[in-house]
């Protein structure tokens, strides 16, 4: 079991930073490989970056390449979401979520990968 919650979120300009931290408790989190995904209204939700268990294996969406980051740390049970010159379109509820299965070493990015769910943290860019 993992139970996430998400924090970082906010209202920012186009071309501002945020960073987002989803800290897990639970005895399997360092085992679990992590991601995050974001839904706008009315939309599906979409792969935004994942890193695997070890934190040696890292995926973006190409979307976000270049001008996200995603990293975590074990001893401290959060993985962050550092995103760099944000624009509107990106206004979203963010959320974090570990992977159903253990120790995998590949990045997950489909969303039926993951088992546990943040509540999701909004973030909003305005232009």
């Known amino acids: 079991q993992v139970t996430l919650v998400e924090s970082g979120g906010g209202l920012v300009q186009a071309g501002d930073s945020l960073r987002l931290s989803c800290a897990a408790s639970?005895?399997?989190?360092?085992?679990?490989?992590m991601g995050w995904f974001r839904q706008a209204p009315g939309k599906e939700r979409e792969f935004v970056a994942a890193?695997?268990?070890?934190?040696?294996?890292?995926v973006y969406a190409d979307s976000v390449k270049d001008r996200f980051t995603i990293s975590r740390d074990n001893a401290k049970n959060t993985v962050y979401l550092q995103m760099n010159s944000l624009k509107p379109e990106e206004s979203a509820a963010y959320y974090c979520a570990a992977t159903r299965v253990l120790y995998t070493n590949v990045p997950r990015t489909a969303a039926s990968d993951y088992l546990y769910w943040g509540q999701g943290t909004q973030v909003t860019v305005s232009s």
């Open positions: 639970g005895r399997t989190f360092s085992a679990s490989g």
């Open positions: 890193i695997s268990w070890s934190g040696l294996s890292i």
